[in-house]
Nanobody, 124 residues
Framework: QVQLVESGGGLVQAGGSLRLSCAAS????????MGWFRQAPEKEREFVAA????????YYADSVKGRFTISRDNAKNTVYLQMNSLKPEDTGAYYC?????????????????WGQGTQVTVSS
């Protein structure tokens, strides 16, 4: 059974940093793309960043480029999202997701597995 468990969310002031973690288990993810998405109240879930587990290629939404960094630790089967220079508009529930493909996709419906989410709140 695939499990994705996020952690690391919290309340931070604008300009601050947080690091989110996504612990993956239940299968080998070497052929997967791992993504981070976020959803603000009354808004649709949106793509934030993704990484190919094999090779480590990374992709970012324009809104977070230069501020967020996605990475993975193969030994721990964990994906991270380092978020710096946080803004109030980064507030939302952040979700880790896994897509069984080599092609990086940004639509939430294309991802096969999801975590339960972790809340990030950035105060102004």
């Amino acid at each position: 059974q695939v499990q994705l468990v996020e952690s690391g969310g919290g309340l931070v002031q604008a300009g601050g940093s947080l690091r989110l973690s996504c612990a993956a288990s239940g299968r080998t993810f070497s052929n997967y793309v791992m993504g981070w998405f976020r959803q603000a109240p009354e808004k649709e879930r949106e793509f934030v960043a993704a990484i190919r587990w094999s090779g480590g290629s990374t992709y970012y939404a324009d809104s977070v480029k230069g501020r967020f960094t996605i990475s993975r630790d193969n030994a721990k089967n964990t994906v991270y999202l380092q978020m710096n220079s946080l803004k109030p508009e980064d507030t939302g529930a952040y979700y880790c997701a896994a897509d069984n493909t080599f092609v990086v996709r940004t639509a939430p419906r294309q991802y096969d597995y999801w975590g339960q989410g972790t809340q990030v709140t950035v105060s102004s």
